[in-house]
T-cell receptor
Framework: DAMVIQNPRYQVTQFGKPVTLSCSQT?????MYWYQQKSSQAPKLLFH???????NEADTPDNFQSRRPNTSFCFLDIRSPGLGDAAMYLC???????????????FGPGTRLTVT | AQKVTQAQTEISVVEKEDVTLDCVYE???????LFWYKQPPSGELVFLIR??????QNEISGRYSWNFQKSTSSFNFTITASQVVDSAVYFC?????????????FGAGTRLAVHP
């Protein structure tokens, strides 16, 4: 089945130790998103890739970076995790185009990040 | 400003009761999309419905129904004959039609608990 896969499902890192979360998709969607969801809150968009173009949200801290080496994969890098970065990180994909109406986003199961 | 308000933080019902989840949105755009997502305890956001601003027809899908009223900027979600498996957090989301990518602006979510 076509889907969005996130690895690992649970990640523990130490304060200040760089960590990378990964996302892959078999949907062949051209847009990939990273959301941060803290406990009992709504998901918050960090950034997205439209094809190869990276788009950062204005309030996303510089500590968060992303890479998309190809259509299928996207990575979230947290350069120096702080305690406040503990959250669920959700990857999503959608098929978008200038002449195409907005479609739904498909979400992965998320990676729960713990910072010790 | 674009905003989604889900005033009900938590709802608790007994199985087989009908329940309505409220969603009120704010936008100055004339073209936009509205979504409902379900987030079960496993964490994955599951797409339920997408509605564009020009389509005010109500929709029914099995036990689920949606009432879109532009006059009151509301997009309410009703579950008929609720079941324990409906227990989840439900998010309403707004997406302005940017022609480029689909930015989801989520409400705070409503946690639904269905008891046997």
């Amino acid at each position: 089945d076509a889907m969005v896969i996130q690895n690992p499902r649970y990640q523990v890192t130490q304060f200040g130790k760089p960590v990378t979360l990964s996302c892959s998709q078999t949907l062949n969607h051209n847009v990939m998103y990273w959301y941060q969801q803290k406990s009992s809150q709504a998901p918050k968009l960090l950034f997205h890739y439209y094809d190869k173009d990276f788009n950062n949200e204005a309030d996303t801290p510089d500590n968060f970076q992303s890479r998309r080496p190809n259509t299928s994969f996207c990575f979230l890098d947290i350069r120096s995790p702080g305690l406040g970065d503990a959250a669920m990180y959700l990857c999503a994909t959608s098929k978008e185009g200038l002449a195409v109406p907005t479609y739904e986003q498909y979400f992965g199961p998320g990676t729960r990040l713990t910072v010790t | 400003a674009q905003k989604v308000t889900q005033a009900q933080t938590e709802i608790s019902v007994v199985e087989k009761e009908d329940v309505t989840l409220d969603c009120v949105y704010e936008t100055r755009d004339t073209t936009y999309y509205l979504f409902w997502y379900k987030q079960p305890p496993s964490g994955e956001l599951v797409f339920l419905i997408r509605r564009n601003s020009f389509d005010e027809q109500n929709e029914i899908s099995g036990r689920y129904s949606w009432n879109f009223q532009k006059s009151t900027s509301s997009f309410n979600f009703t579950i008929t004959a609720s079941q324990v498996v409906d227990s989840a957090v439900y998010f309403c989301a707004l997406s302005p039609f940017s022609g480029g990518y689909n930015k989801l602006i989520f409400g705070a979510g409503t946690r639904l608990a269905v008891h046997p």
